[in-house]
């Protein structure tokens, strides 16, 4: 009996021995995690840090400038095959040289010289002729946006048809005969590009925050299959987007709505050989 008892008080004292054990432990990993957080605050307090959170660094990238080259590889073809500023266009009736699935008209706007055709939601513009691109060629133009922010502005995409038929809006490269498409997403931040005839998909952060009231010169260069696209002379494609000797048709997709009275102004476009 007592041999019993001996053997129960040596386990109870096992276990209080355990438990102890196990209190200390858990307070020494409390005070690391408190010595580690109170670290983390006094480095903030002091400006060896600052503090943030994932959504905040997200953000901070998506506004960041984008890379300029250090040699702006884009080269204007030397013969020009069309050219369109809008100069001659009666102010509130669309241009004669440009057709549209919806409307359009020729203003002027505050403080930039020169007229623009601005853009109708959910509309596309073509040239209105049967021209027909060649193998290398180059197109330059700008955008103009006007809103309380960039976010009210939506999406818009330019690029290249198979055909010059006006019938639809084009908002990608997979329906309505589209090749290529490529599209500013003014509320999330990013520029996509695709193609039907590669099957290329990607998408970069844009800073189109910083775009509210501003300007984009879009360059874009085709030699053969390969396309480059540049806005504001960084580079957002380099690579194979068209199958060559096939026709294709330069078109411009407004944005799909906007909000707050928003607007986005299209001119001083420039088509040439290389």
Do not use: C
């Not at 009210?152 to 290249?160: N, R």
């Amino acid at each position: 009996m007592k041999l019993k008892n001996l053997s129960i008080l040596a386990v109870l004292g096992l276990l209080a021995y355990s438990n102890h054990a196990e209190a200390q432990l858990l307070k020494k990993f409390q005070k690391t995690l408190e010595d580690k957080a109170s670290q983390k605050v006094d480095d903030v307090l002091n400006g060896k840090k600052k503090a943030t959170s994932p959504a905040a660094e997200s953000t901070a990238a998506k506004d960041a400038p984008p890379p300029v080259e250090e040699v702006y590889s884009f080269t204007p073809g030397s013969t020009i095959l069309f050219e369109s500023d809008f100069k001659r266009d009666s102010k509130g009736s669309m241009p004669k040289r440009w057709k549209t699935s919806s409307t359009g008209s020729v203003v002027s706007i505050p403080d930039m010289p020169g007229n623009w055709l601005a853009l109708a939601p959910r509309t596309t513009y073509k040239i209105d002729s049967l021209l027909k691109a060649p193998e290398n060629f180059t197109i330059e133009f700008d955008l103009v946006t006007r809103s309380d922010e960039a976010k009210d502005i939506g999406s818009m995409a330019f690029g290249f048809a198979r055909d010059n038929s006006i019938k639809n809006y084009i908002s990608d490269a997979y329906n309505d005969n589209g090749i290529t498409n490529t599209q500013f997403h003014f509320h999330n931040r990013d520029i996509n590009n695709s193609s039907s005839d590669t099957k290329v998909y990607n998408t970069l952060s844009y800073p189109f925050a910083n775009y509210a009231n501003g300007l984009l010169h879009v360059a874009i260069a085709v030699e053969g299959e390969t396309m480059r696209v540049y806005v504001n002379r960084s580079k957002v494609l380099d690579t194979r987007m068209l199958r060559k000797d096939l026709p294709k048709y330069f078109y411009l997709s407004a944005p799909f709505s906007y909000d707050n009275q928003a607007k986005v102004y299209f001119g001083n476009f420039v088509m040439s050989k290389s």
